[in-house]
């Protein structure tokens, strides 16, 4: 059975910082890892993407203060967020294929920043 499990949020103050998790099982799964993230009230928006080459990309948003990275022996794509706004706060989740073309969400973890 695949699963997607993302672990790691909470509740912090603004300027404070999260690493958010995301561990994948059940398959053969590629380097290639993605976060995306849903405010309340708002469509789900596009975080950042590490492909399987190890190139990165980032939204605009949270250019300079999040950072996309994996560690491949524990099939783990990490989100660390850093100078944290309470525009940051959503429910952040992340997506992983696996090597037959599988397309795979998680069911998301909450974020909250607030003082």
């Known amino acids: 059975q695949v699963q997607v499990v993302e672990s790691g949020g909470g509740l912090v103050e603004p300027g404070g910082s999260l690493r958010l998790s995301c561990a994948a099982s059940?398959?053969?799964?590629?380097?290639?890892g993605r976060w995306a993230r849903q405010p309340p009230g708002k469509q789900r928006e596009w975080v950042a993407t590490?492909?399987?080459?190890?190139?990165?990309a980032y939204a605009d948003s949270v250019k300079g203060r999040f950072t996309i990275s994996r560690d491949n022996a524990e099939n783990t794509v990490y989100l660390q967020m850093n100078s944290l706004k309470p525009e940051d706060t959503a429910v952040y989740y992340c997506?992983?294929?696996?090597?037959?073309?599988?397309?795979?969400w998680g069911q998301g973890t909450q974020v909250t920043v607030s003082s």
């Open positions: 997506n992983r294929r696996d090597r037959t073309g599988g397309d795979y």
């Open positions: 590490l492909t399987s080459g190890g190139s990165t």
């Open positions: 059940g398959s053969i799964f590629s380097p290639y």
